[in-house]
């Protein structure tokens, strides 16, 4: 992050105590020199707030975010607390490592990942000079990407946007919704998931004093069209997008080096670039989207192919309400899905993530597995860790093998048979299968059965699929 030696070695030093121990020194040591105001330190389960004796705090305004890790949280903490204590704004911050941790892997919801600071401006003009203060004093972003915020630019750690300061909830339908409060008197929900969220009531005095850089359509590297999100996670997000150069619609991934830092410093840039190397290996397969182009970076960029089709979810709706018999759905889809991990195992390459919505079913039934961030193939130097729960049993040796795919590929019968995930337990028996799902084929049931309690000796995936009905 830069800085003077004197200044890294005082981090180095911070890094050693709890952010509350520093904020208290910090206020200890303007206390001391006779510049301080009597400040107050209030303790929740994820939160520690810091107001002073006269603070003020509006019912709503533009609120002021600081991105940071669990490696460089204590760095911005340094950064940022002599500005905000001299600007006597109230402010709050992550009480521990441990809770920046999860928040920044989305345990407290998608629209709190990245919020190591949140700060509460009094007003649009100090809104707008703590902005750029801050953004000066952090320096090149060493966060996640804040999912709900606007980023002041493209390297600021500075996020924002306008939201309730103070618990509010009301809603003009009658429904009770964190709410916001229109010139009028009228209600309007503050919906916390939308970076993009606009008011008419409302201009944004960030952008109007070029505090902030308005964010047009991105087009990602002179040829990729962004044109929707289609999903954001704590490891980064997905867009929809159009390759200006063919005109073909495309998907594109990003994660970033500063999204799901574990302490042993991997991170969901390390999870994409597995995705693509694994990928590489299964390029032609009916089963697998074709790679168009891989750009790594701080921010990793991974395009492929758009999937025409739908999740496994999606697609059963219809499938069942055609009034098709369980078991040929179960026969159908079980069939599409092994063929395409068996083309994958051919190549060396095991998915290890199976699930409903790692999959999606083409119009003409082809079964395209999706989400190989987690998949081992031959040229893999580790064992990327995680999975959907219900759907993944690791081999017992530690090392991948096709016994985690089989696995999966039983836990995604057992879902399209039963309607609900399988249970967490080691051994599920054919009269389980059955309880749940009283009118499935019986050798169905002995397929499910196989996949689920499968070891290195007694099955294989080609055997499973020709014991399908």
Known sequence: MGGTSLERRRCKRLEKATFEHVVRRHVALRSNKGNGHDYTLSSGETWIQVTSDDSVVPRQGWKLHITATIHTAHHVLARCLPLL???????????SVSVLHQLNHGVFGLSQIGKFLTVYPASDERAVSLAQSLDVACGP??????????QLHSESSVFYRYGAFQPTSGS?????????????GHWVEDKRTNPLQHFEWLSDPLIENKVAVHHP????????????????????????????????SCVVKVASRHSLVQHDGTHAGIQLANEFAALSFV????????????????????????????TLPQWLKQYVASGKPKTSVVSTVGQAIGRSLV????????????????????????????????????????????????????SASGHPSALEDIYGFGAILFYI????????????SANSIRNAAPDIDSGIEYVITRSLNANEENVSLVSLLQALP
């Open 172 to 184: 003009d339908t009658g429904r009770i919704v964190p709410a916001l409060l229109k010139p009028d």
């Open 85 to 95: 204590l001299e600007a006597n704004v109230v402010f709050k911050f992550a009480r």
């Open 343 to 394: 083309e994958l195992h051919a190549r060396g390459v095991f998915h290890r993530d199976l699930s409903p919505t790692n999959v999606m079913v083409r119009s003409d039934g082809t079964a395209v597995l999706i989400d190989l961030g987690l998949a081992y193939h031959p040229n893999s130097r580790a064992v990327m860790v995680g999975g959907t729960p219900g759907y993944v049993k690791r």
């Open 417 to 428: 048979a039963t309607g609900g995930d399988p249970p967490p337990t080691s051994t599920i």
């Open 283 to 310: 390029q032609g397969l009916p089963g697998a989207p074709e790679i168009v182009e891989w750009l790594p970076g701080d921010n990793s960029f991974l395009i492929t192919s758009e999937v025409r089709g739908e």
């Open 217 to 248: 359509r991105l087009l990602l590297n002179k040829r990729y069209l962004i044109l929707a999100r289609l999903q954001a996670t704590a490891r980064g997000a997905v867009f929809l997008a159009v390759d200006i150069n063919t005109g073909r």
């Open 141 to 150: 972003c060493r966060g996640p990407h804040i999912p709900s915020d606007q």
